[in-house]
């Protein structure tokens, strides 16, 4: 069992910036392909933005194309998601993902192995 941890949720103006964080340690030596979800009530999960576990290779949902930017810090496994221009439709409770065996290029709910607890983020109108 791998644990993940988030953080850096909050409220923020439409327009605004956040950075999500996000740290899954796993077993020493070991790197995951490390991403994110996010869900809005009555909303499906759905994909955000990935990387792969050597960080050269990032994918993003067509909404977080050109606005979100995912990064990582490859000796912690941590993964930080730098959310700009933020709008109200972006309000959801963003979730980190790890995945250890499907390809790095496959993003879907099935596809992940770990997932973080959760943290909300709220863009005001």
């Known amino acids: 069992q791998v644990r993940v941890v988030e953080s850096g949720g909050g409220l923020v103006q439409a327009g605004g910036s956040l950075r999500l964080s996000c740290e899954a340690p796993?077993?020493?030596?070991?790197?995951?392909?490390m991403g994110w979800f996010r869900q809005a009530p009555g909303n499906i999960r759905e994909f955000v933005a990935g990387?792969?576990?050597?960080?050269?290779?990032?994918y993003y949902g067509d909404f977080a194309q050109g606005r979100f930017d995912i990064s990582r810090e490859n000796a912690k496994n941590t993964v930080f998601l730098q959310m700009n221009s933020l709008k109200p439709d972006d309000t959801a409770v963003y979730y980190c993902?790890?995945?250890?065996?499907?390809?790095?290029?496959?993003?879907?709910?099935?596809?992940?192995?770990?997932w973080g607890q959760g943290t909300q983020v709220t863009g005001s109108s």
């Open positions: 796993g077993r020493t030596g070991t790197r995951y392909a």
């Open positions: 993902a790890v995945k250890s065996f499907s390809p790095p290029e496959q993003w879907t709910v099935s596809s992940v192995d770990y």
């Open positions: 990387i792969s576990c050597s960080g050269d290779r990032t």
